[in-house]
């Protein structure tokens, strides 16, 4: 079965660092997104990203971040300068084309833990 | 706005017992309405949906849910779980079902002991 592939699954960085969280959707979606989850917290959306533009994103998702499909097959998530409130599970997500708030399918997530 | 509470974090019971697992949604407009489990090491996947029609959903692996507009719920039950129940479950509203944007609740960690 087709899987959302997140690598790596425990990043460790400093705090100021830039990181790129790399995830590789299924082949045939269309539609791509990042969520994030604090320790204890909810799952929050940050952005949703369509025929390689922001076609959503949150108030979270500020000038910090940033999204880019750079080879037709990964979508990295890029923090420029890390804050220790950037830790969190972060996890992608893609959809095909149709109604995709049903059809959502998430990896399993890289734990971002910034010092 | 739209928000999801799930009222119990934490929710331990033996197997072959039953479960509910709550879940109360707060909109000013109609919703979609979504559980999703995550098994140790793995992603959200998703469990079982309610779009319209039928207030009951069913998913594969004997896990319904109630759809009550009254009471804007969608509370998630088995009548007999098993160990490999044990996951994180989580409940999910959506406004719009042409974006991805699912807004979640804090989730209920399920913990099946023999």
């Known amino acids: 079965e087709p899987e959302v592939t997140q690598t790596p699954s425990h990043q460790v960085t400093q705090m100021g660092q830039e990181v790129i969280l790399r995830c590789v959707p299924i082949s045939n979606h269309l539609y791509f997104y990042w969520y994030r989850q604090i320790l204890g917290q909810k799952v929050e959306f940050l952005v949703s990203f369509y025929n390689n533009e922001i076609s959503e994103k949150s108030e979270i998702f500020d000038d910090q971040f940033s999204v880019e499909r750079p080879d037709g097959s990964n979508f990295t998530l890029k923090i420029r300068s890390t804050k220790l409130e950037d830790s969190a599970m972060y996890f992608c997500?893609?959809?095909?084309?149709?109604?995709?708030?049903?059809?959502?399918?998430f990896g399993s997530g890289t734990q971002l833990s910034v010092l | 706005a739209q928000s999801v509470t799930q009222l119990d974090s934490q929710v331990p019971v033996f197997e072959e017992a039953p479960v509910e697992l709550r879940c109360n949604y707060s909109?000013?407009?109609?919703?979609?309405l979504f559980w999703y489990v995550q098994y140790p090491n793995q992603g959200l996947q998703l469990l079982l949906k309610y779009l319209s029609g039928s207030t009951l959903v069913e998913s594969i692996n004997g896990f319904e849910a109630e759809f009550n507009k009254s009471q804007t719920s969608f509370h998630l039950r088995k009548p007999s779980v098993h160990i490999s129940d044990t996951a994180e479950y989580f409940c999910?509203?959506?406004?719009?079902?042409?974006?991805?944007?699912?807004?979640f609740g804090q989730g209920t960690e399920l913990s099946v002991k023999p």
């Open positions: 909109s000013s407009v109609s919703v979609y």
């Open positions: 997500a893609s959809s095909p084309p149709g109604l995709v708030a049903e059809k959502l399918f």
């Open positions: 999910a509203v959506s406004v719009f079902l042409q974006g991805g944007k699912l807004i």
